[in-house]
C-alpha cells in the first residue's frame, strides 16, 4: 500500500457544525501532515507530528484541532469555522518528520466548504 | 516575503518541446528541494526530490537540478505531452521536514 487515503473526499458544514477529517496510511509512515490550499495558492502547512506527537503548529486557529490517535491515522476536528476556512484539505505522510531524504506522499484531498 | 518563487507563472506550448520550469528561493539553509505535479481540484504527486548534497535527479523524461549557492532550482521536461498539462509547484524543505511552496507554474501541452 502507498498511497494516503482522505475521507470524506467532499464535505459541506455550516458554522455551528462540527466535524472531521480522516487521514490514513499503512506506509509505515511515522510523520503526517495537514495543509490548507485555497484556490489558485499554494498548500501551506498546519500541522506536523512525528512519531504520533505534534511538533509543528504553524500558528493555526483552535477552531482547528488535530489529532494522531495512532502512527497510521491522522485526524482533523472542525468546530465553529468561517466561510474562509473553504479550501481543500491535504494530508500528507512521510518516513520521518525532520531533515532528511524524505519524500512527502500526498492524499487526494478534502474539500471543504463553509457556509 | 516570497520565499520560493517561480517563473513563470503560465507555459503553454506545442506537444513534443522541451520546456524549463524556473524555482528560486530565499535562505540556503535548505535541507531538500522537491518537485510535484497537481492536477486541477486533486492532490499533489511528488515527482522529483533533490537532497542539499546533491545537484540533480532525474526520472524518465524529468530532470531536476539544484544551485544551492544561487538559490535557484529548475525542472527540465523532454519531449513534452498533453499529459503534462498540469501545475508544477516547488518546494523548500526546511527543519522539520516543513514544506514551503511556491505558487507554481501552470503547464499546458497542446495536441
Known amino acids: 500500500d502507498t498511497e494516503v487515503t482522505q475521507t470524506p473526499k467532499h464535505l459541506v458544514m455550516g458554522m455551528t457544525n462540527k466535524k472531521s477529517l480522516k487521514c490514513e496510511q499503512h506506509?509505515?509512515?511515522?510523520?503526517m501532515y495537514w495543509y490548507k490550499q485555497k484556490a489558485k495558492k499554494p498548500p501551506e502547512l498546519m500541522f506536523v507530528y512525528s512519531y504520533e506527537k505534534l511538533s509543528i503548529n504553524e500558528s493555526v486557529p483552535s477552531r482547528f484541532s488535530p489529532e494522531c490517535p495512532n502512527s497510521s491515522l491522522l485526524n482533523l476536528h472542525l468546530h465553529a469555522l468561517q466561510p474562509e476556512d473553504s479550501a481543500l484539505y491535504l494530508c500528507?505522510?512521510?518516513?520521518?518528520?525532520?531533515?532528511?531524504?524524505?519524500?512527502?506522499?500526498f492524499g487526494a484531498g478534502s474539500r471543504l466548504t463553509v457556509l | 516575503k516570497q520565499e520560493v518563487t517561480q517563473i513563470p507563472a503560465a507555459l503553454s506550448v506545442p506537444e513534443g518541446e522541451n520546456l524549463v520550469l524556473n524555482c528560486s528561493f530565499t535562505?540556503?539553509?535548505?535541507?531538500?528541494l522537491q518537485w510535484f505535479r497537481q492536477d486541477p481540484g486533486k492532490g499533489l504527486t511528488s515527482l522529483l526530490l533533490i537532497q542539499s548534497s546533491q545537484r540533480e535527479q532525474t526520472s524518465g523524461r524529468l530532470n531536476a537540478s539544484l544551485d544551492k549557492s544561487s538559490g535557484r532550482s529548475t525542472l527540465y521536461i523532454a519531449a513534452s505531452q498533453p499529459g503534462d498539462s498540469a501545475t508544477y509547484l516547488c518546494a523548500k524543505v526546511e527543519y522539520g521536514n516543513k514544506l514551503v511552496f511556491g505558487a507554481g507554474t501552470i503547464l499546458r501541452v497542446k495536441s
Open positions: 500528507a505522510s512521510s518516513r520521518q518528520g525532520f531533515a532528511g531524504a524524505n519524500v512527502l506522499t
Open positions: 535562505d540556503s539553509a535548505i535541507y531538500n
Open positions: 506506509m509505515g509512515h511515522r510523520a
